[in-house]
């Protein structure tokens, strides 16, 4: 028969919520203990050092965390990172080849596409799926699809026209 102690041992420890977790991070498999609660934005900021994926509200409002799961925007504060074992992530770090710029990140530089920055990786992170989904057919079709990605800053106009100009060029260059 088991002893008061031991009784409350078995109440009150909760069964383990970790487990063992590979994700492919820009190419890279990383093997990670994690607690299955974890998100991908904090596996990705706190664990693998990604900190360009930026966290704003934590709640699936305001874009900044976006990244690509196997091609498609994501929110990375409502995945789980355990949800995201076996697929292809993509962080905004993975989108430049070598030193050369994505040429969606060229055209938020040449166009001013940002002021202080926080919200830019989220938004040239949707505005790289947002070229693959064919939604840059005018700028009210920009503005809509890119709704999700708020800008404190208010750089809207010159994020419209750094994503025109992108995929005016046809994406062609594009990496992804
Ligand atoms: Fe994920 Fe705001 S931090 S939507
Ligand atoms: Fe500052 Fe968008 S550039 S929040």
Same mark, same amino acid.
């Given at each position: 028969m088991a002893d008061a102690a031991s009784s409350r041992d078995v109440v009150e420890r909760p069964a383990s919520t970790e487990r063992i977790v590979t994700l492919t991070v820009n190419g890279q498999s990383h093997t990670l203990? @994690?607690?299955?609660?974890?998100? $991908? $934005?904090?596996a990705l900021r706190d664990r693998l050092g990604l900190v360009g994926t930026k966290k704003g509200c934590d709640q699936g409002a305001c874009g900044a965390c976006t990244v690509h799961v196997d091609g498609r925007r994501v929110l990375a504060c @409502?995945? @789980? *990172?355990?949800?995201?074992?076996?697929?292809?992530?993509?962080?905004?770090?993975?989108? !430049? *080849?070598?030193? *050369?710029?994505?040429?969606?990140?060229? *055209?938020?530089?040449?166009?001013?596409g940002f002021q202080c920055g926080f919200c830019t990786p989220g938004q040239i992170m949707s505005a790289v799926a947002l070229m693959a989904e064919g939604r840059t057919? !005018?700028?009210?079709?920009?503005?809509?699809?890119? !709704?999700?990605?708020l800008c404190r800053c208010g750089a809207y106009p010159n994020i419209v026209a750094a994503i025109r100009d992108a995929a005016s060029r046809g994406g062609r260059d594009a990496h992804l």
């Open positions: 203990r @994690l607690d299955t609660r974890v998100t $991908l $934005l904090d @409502l995945t @789980l *990172a355990a949800q995201a074992e076996g697929r292809e992530i993509t962080t905004v770090e993975g989108l !430049s *080849a070598g030193d *050369a710029p994505h040429p969606v990140q060229q *055209a938020f530089m040449e166009h001013d057919g !005018s700028d009210e079709e920009i503005r809509e699809f890119m !709704s999700g990605n």
